[in-house]
């Protein structure tokens, strides 16, 4: 059973800089793709960030490129998602996921249907 367990939102200035959190447990990086997702209020899940450490492919939206970094601690068995240079509309229930399917097709997918397993989300708010 896939357990995913986000920490690390908060409030913070914009311009400002966060970390999230999410310990995985009971899919392995060699075989999921890990997501982050963000539901802001009165709005749909969009995408935010993806990787497969099976073979490194990466995908960001194009609203955090170049601010948001997607990445790993083995040892851990935790994903991060550095949050730099936020702004206001960056604020949001933040959620990680697991694709388990990933080495099936080898595509990272922006859509948040194909996600099998999603943590409880944690709330990011950004202040300007």
């Known amino acids: 059973q896939v357990q995913l367990v986000e920490s690390g939102g908060g409030l913070v200035q914009a311009g400002g800089s966060l970390r999230l959190s999410c310990v995985v447990s009971?899919?392995?990086?060699?075989?999921?793709?890990m997501g982050w997702f963000r539901q802001a209020p009165g709005k749909e899940r969009e995408f935010v960030a993806a990787?497969?450490?099976?073979?490194?492919?990466?995908s960001y939206a194009d609203s955090v490129k170049g601010r948001f970094t997607i990445s790993r601690d083995n040892a851990k068995n935790t994903v991060y998602l550095q949050m730099n240079s936020l702004k206001s509309e960056d604020t949001a229930v933040y959620y990680c996921?697991?694709?388990?399917?990933?080495?099936?097709?080898?595509?990272?997918?922006?859509?948040?249907?194909?996600?099998?397993?999603w943590g409880q989300g944690t709330q990011v708010t950004v202040s300007s």
């Open positions: 996921a697991a694709d388990k399917d990933y080495g099936l097709r080898r595509v990272i997918l922006t859509s948040a249907a194909p996600y099998d397993y």
């Open positions: 990787k497969s450490w099976s073979d490194f492919r990466t």
């Open positions: 009971g899919c392995t990086f060699s075989s999921c793709a």
